[in-house]
């Protein structure tokens, strides 16, 4: 909720103050994610990977169990939960004080990942693959939800992607979805412009160029840039040769307003923030 200008999240009693930016770090336990499939897929490497994260300083672990990148295979329900759940319980052991978000359109695999003790939902369709997402996280009380825009289905949203005023269609979309979860009874929400998610590679360019609009609608904004497809696209090269550059749109992000960065590449992220935090306190920016 605003405070003013900062924002606080309240993730099941424990408040996660927005005063500075902060990293929710990607650990997708998924065999076939655009960068990193198949990498964290056992309970041990996700452990071992989570860890890392949290040392280099990530605020938030984001699991995943469903690959949402274009042409994504399908998956049941229970295999989903079955990829997810037991790393969310392993992880609450080895690391009881961590924020933990589950990544998941589902309400019920959202509703079996906060049994075991997740604070955050983030889902990438705003509720609307999933009517039941939305009553279903307001039920559950002090539960963060973020919502992200996407044009169609991950099977689908790529199957040429088109918008009137790209910055304008998604304001408008997410003017109607805090109405809809304001009347659910939400309180703690989080706005994701959905890089990558039912958008060309101008859409995405034109998207973070107006991203400093979105601060108008009273709530933090989530922007995931890292390794997407319309930066090594353009580069021409593999995803994960493009740390770097996205470190550039992050900065450009922050500068717009962000207040959350999704990366898989946390220390890099936070040596950007730090930069970003440096030049703020001189009043460079």
């Given at each position: 909720?605003?405070?003013?200008?900062?924002?606080?999240?309240?993730?099941?009693?424990?408040?996660?103050?927005?005063?500075?930016?902060?990293?929710?770090?990607?650990?997708?336990?998924?065999?076939?994610?655009?960068?990193?499939?198949?990498?964290?897929?056992?309970?041990?490497?996700?452990?071992?990977?989570?860890?890392?994260?949290?040392?280099?300083?990530?605020?938030?672990?984001?699991?995943?169990?469903y690959?949402?990148?274009?042409?994504?295979?399908?998956?049941?329900?229970?295999?989903?939960?079955?990829?997810?759940?037991?790393?969310?319980?392993?992880?609450?052991e080895?690391?009881?004080?961590?924020?933990?978000?589950?990544?998941?359109?589902?309400?019920?695999?959202?509703?079996?990942?906060?049994?075991r003790?997740?604070?955050?939902?983030?889902?990438?369709?705003?509720?609307?693959?999933?009517?039941?997402?939305?009553?279903?996280?307001?039920?559950?009380?002090?539960?963060p939800?973020?919502?992200?825009?996407?044009?169609?289905?991950?099977?689908?949203m790529?199957?040429?992607?088109?918008?009137?005023?790209?910055?304008?269609?998604?304001?408008?979309?997410?003017?109607?979805?805090?109405?809809?979860?304001?009347?659910?009874?939400?309180?703690?929400?989080?706005?994701?412009?959905?890089?990558?998610?039912?958008?060309?590679?101008?859409?995405?360019?034109?998207?973070?160029?107006?991203?400093?609009?979105?601060?108008?609608?009273?709530?933090?904004?989530?922007?995931?840039?890292?390794?997407?497809?319309?930066?090594?696209?353009v580069?021409?090269?593999?995803?994960?040769?493009?740390?770097?550059?996205?470190?550039?749109?992050?900065?450009?992000?922050?500068?717009?307003?962000?207040?959350?960065?999704?990366?898989?590449?946390?220390?890099?992220?936070?040596?950007?923030?730090?930069?970003y935090?440096r030049?703020?306190?001189?009043?460079?920016?």
């Amino acid at each position: 909720m605003s405070q003013g200008l900062i924002y606080t999240l309240n993730c099941r009693g424990t408040l996660l103050p927005l005063d500075r930016p902060r990293i929710m770090g990607i650990l997708n336990v998924t065999p076939d994610s655009f960068s990193d499939g198949g990498e964290f897929n056992t309970v041990e490497k996700a452990i071992s990977h989570a860890r890392s994260m949290l040392e280099q300083g990530a605020d938030i672990i984001d699991i995943g169990g469903y690959s949402s990148r274009p042409n994504a295979i399908d998956i049941s329900i229970e295999e989903e939960a079955g990829r997810i759940l037991p790393v969310i319980e392993a992880l609450r052991e080895h690391f009881p004080a961590s924020i933990l978000s589950v990544d998941t359109f589902r309400s019920e695999v959202a509703k079996q990942a906060l049994d075991r003790g997740v604070h955050i939902v983030n889902d990438i369709s705003g509720g609307e693959i999933d009517p039941q997402m939305i009553p279903m996280v307001a039920s559950m009380k002090q539960v963060p939800y973020i919502m992200m825009h996407m044009q169609g289905r991950p099977q689908t949203m790529q199957q040429n992607p088109h918008y009137e005023e790209i910055v304008q269609d998604v304001w408008m979309y997410f003017v109607q979805k805090i109405k809809m979860a304001q009347a659910a009874g939400l309180t703690d929400l989080v706005v994701d412009p959905g890089f990558g998610f039912g958008k060309t590679i101008r859409h995405n360019y034109q998207l973070l160029q107006g991203l400093g609009q979105f601060q108008e609608l009273g709530y933090p904004i989530l922007v995931g840039l890292s390794r997407k497809s319309f930066i090594y696209k353009v580069l021409d090269c593999d995803p994960r040769e493009v740390v770097a550059q996205s470190q550039v749109l992050h900065d450009h992000a922050l500068r717009s307003g962000a207040n959350i960065l999704r990366v898989h590449d946390v220390k890099e992220a936070h040596k950007t923030i730090r930069l970003y935090q440096r030049m703020q306190e001189d009043g460079f920016i």
